[in-house]
């Protein structure tokens, strides 16, 4: 008895996970529900910007469509991550991840299928976020710009990331609740941390001594020095301005630390799951 | 087929496992049993790789999980204490998504042909859900059966099940028997165990107390031959008599009913009847009754017991 094809039988697994897994997602009602509000989203913002040009004569921005994609993508990245999340620690709760592992199933096979079926759901919806902004930019007159191809290049990697921290946590988390629970507080204070931020740091303090206002200046800036390398979303703020800069040698290093965190979360679930268990 | 060598696992709060040594040869039925708590769902994850041992030894078909652990899983069939199932799938689906995993081809004829000898062949396309448990259960060693395993991992396969689902379990267990699948049990029914198992090892506070076939179990807790004699007209100096014969260790009157252990060292019974009929009483019946894996079970797991907890009769 040996195992002659180890890395060929974990690829038949993980890819049968991730067809089941796929076809789940797809077939839920709410997937389409996240769809519509985030494509509405963006036509509510690229149609305030119309609305913009028709009394100004002015782009408020020099790319019409980067920012409505930027909240599409966060929407669908977040929701696509929380999926996963309960997907998983559901199935450990259940008892079916224990199922999988009575067969040829292993920890490297489970989060590869479960992994890569996301990131296939995610693929598709981009393609399809791409067919509505090219129908909207013709009902708009308004052609798209190269650098908005780039920033598809930047939502696959940052949505690839996002999930990989849901898989992360949902491997090592005990139940449904605890790993919802983990998720949401950090994709809330992440958002969070990163709008006070920008809020507070319009807010000139009266005084150059003893102020909260300048330390809680000081303190969200620090954490959020932390964010701009860990966070996300700050990969995808930093890559689009850096892009729309024509920095393309800082946009590049943005999408290459996010593959590389991506690559370091989903490698970091495998050895979780290993060391955490199927069990609850 | 299976070994383990002083397999233990020890939580932060208790030692679950204690050293278990343990040897389930090919093509036997192999019987597990404890009370709850001793320590055998905590063993048989063990073996199936879902937890990992705190220290000690253990191997599948001669080799290790962590060397060959697709070839061990392939040739392993689980069935689960609870029946688990994915509640989007029809049963059909379920079973053809494990026939994916483990890359089994024309897996619509093997489907069909275990869906038709369990009986769940019509209700192939309805939810598990919507399965009774007795249902449930013959799905899920329908499901353990789909890639033809060399060996039958069961943990508590008949529990919660009526009369006819225990019966056709009974039937699918001495079937897998038959066609020489290596099968380990473990259950706390021990009328089933007593049935099929060709040997049996009783845990018990985490530690495996004895390992043997029912009659090496029996002897071990128990060296005398008990004999339940009905008889008529019992004279008051019978009980006197039975005392004075030197091969019976102990003997109980009960009205018309004796129950008499003897020495097993020989057969004593034409002996002990003449001494019967000799004090006058009249033989209307005689068996020898042998003691049930209930009885041998509660022995060994007495905490009374003190020399067998403490694993002397390993």
Known sequence: ?????????????????????????????????????????????????????ESNGLYPMPDLFS????????????????????AIARERESGAMELLFYGPVDNVSYVLGKYSAQLTVYCSLIILYLICFFILSNIAGVQIPGSFYMMMLLSLVTGAYLISVGVFVSTMSRN??????????????????????????????????????????????????VLTWLSPFSYLNYGVSEMLRGNMSAFLRVVGLSFVFCITFVFSSIIGLKIRGVRQ | MISTRNLTKTYPEVEAVKSVTLNVREGEVYGFLGPNGAGKSTTMAMLLGLVKPTSGELSLFGTSLENNYFAIKNA???????????????????????????????????????????????????????????????????????????????????????????????????EQKKSGTTIFISSHILSEIERTADRIAIMHKGKLLVEDNLDGLRYSVDQSVRVNVEVANVPETLSGVLSDIPHIVDHNIDGQHIEIRLDATSDYRAELSSAITASGATIIGMETRKASLEETFMTFTDDNVIGLSKGEVQ
């Open chain 1, 1 to 53: 008895m040996s195992d002659t094809s180890k890395l060929y039988k974990q690829i038949q697994t993980a890819l049968t996970i991730h067809r089941r897994d796929f076809r789940i997602t797809i077939f839920g009602p709410v997937l389409y529900i996240v769809t519509t509000i985030s494509i509405a989203i963006g036509i509510v913002i690229i149609r305030n910007y119309l609305n913009y040009i």
């Open chain 1, 67 to 86: 920012f409505p994609f930027r909240w599409v993508i966060i929407l669908t990245s977040v929701y696509l991550a929380f999926s996963v999340v309960v």
């Open chain 1, 176 to 225: 449904v609740r605890s790993a919802t629970l983990v998720f949401l507080t950090l994709i809330a204070s992440t958002l969070l941390i990163q709008a006070s931020q920008a809020w507070l740091s319009n807010i000139a303090p009266e005084s150059d001594y003893y102020n909260p206002v300048l330390l809680l200046q000081q303190l969200l800036g620090w954490i959020q020095v």
């Open chain 2, 76 to 174: 392993t069939g689980v069935v689960g204490e609870n029946p688990y199932f994915f509640d989007e799938m029809t049963a059909w689906e379920f079973l053809s998504f494990h026939a994916d995993i483990f890359m089994i081809e024309s897996k619509e004829n093997r489907i069909n042909e275990l869906m038709e000898n369990v009986g769940l062949r019509q209700y192939a396309n309805i939810r598990p859900s919507e399965y009774s448990r007795g249902m449930r259960q013959k799905l899920s060693f329908v499901r353990a059966l789909l890639h033809k395993p060399d060996l039958l991992m069961l943990d508590e396969p008949v529990s919660g099940l009526d009369p006819h689902g225990i019966r056709q379990i009974r039937g699918l267990i001495e």
